[in-house]
């Protein structure tokens, strides 16, 4: 994993990834904890952790943005080139943690591992740490179970949902306790280009649904993998709504990147690593 330091004042440690609402003075570097407060709230925001195809009426456009991709009917092992794929996470250029993707195809259906990992260093010592890990199980593209656990620094939630065939309805149960929602409700992970016919997520950090609105903005060359020399072409698509954010996917439906604007203003982005192995790099 790479790591980045950040410069400031020495006593720096007190970092939850919340607001604080305490007063100023007792803190060493209000600075310093403004900025990453500020990023982590945005982070959960964006929740770069899954989203999947199953289309239903309640809450679908009526086309897909990414016609040459099959959105409704998707082998990710075969769309991705294999079980895995990865991203780094970047902040101003950055990097300062990674997010994996994992498939794994078994008797019960498609199991989908999504791991996030930031750490973030002062002096040589850890300052902050993220760490994110969602296991979902889906059978004909459709979400049957997830499990996601977030530990924020120490401050540990968690989000389980399953799907309930005798009400054909979803049922997550979150920090503020039990919803449903409806059966094909997509979770925040972004793999899946179905997700972008959506207008209903499910946001895997606050366990709510989020009402969205995605457009397309149009075909882009963007960076990928290392060393920032290498370019794809991509598709620019556009969250607002309840959650505001960017995902790039290519001609094929494959997600390559992600970007959002942390509160102090700072650009956040996950760069695709493994796309340049599958994906024909323009010089």
Known sequence: MDYVTITTAPGAKTMKGRIDHSDPTSQKSPSFLAIWQRF?????????????????????ATSSPLPAAACTDINPVELYG?????????????????????????KDGLQVIAESKIEISFLGFSAYRFDYRSESLWQNNQLMKLAVHVNDDGEKTSLTARYDKKTNMLVA????????????????????CGVLAQTLVLNTITGQPNNVSIRNLGVEKIVAG??????????????????????WY???GRWVRLAFKARDGS???YRCLTCTQITKALQ
């Open 40 to 60: 982590f709230v945005i982070l959960a925001m964006a929740s770069v952790l899954p989203g999947f195809c199953f289309f239903t009426a309640a809450h679908a």
């Open 82 to 106: 294999g079980t895995e794929w990865n991203f780094q996470i970047r902040r101003e250029g950055s990097p300062v943690g990674t997010h994996k993707l994992q498939f794994h195809a078994g």
């Open 173 to 192: 149960t979150g920090p503020d306790g039990e919803i449903t929602l409806p059966a094909g409700t997509f979770p925040t992970n972004h793999w899946h």
């Open 250 to 252: 290519d001609a094929n």
């Open 267 to 269: 650009q956040i982005v």
């Open 226 to 247: 290392n060393g920032g020399t290498n370019h794809i072409f991509a598709t620019h698509m556009q969250y607002d709504g309840e959650l505001r954010t960017d995902a």
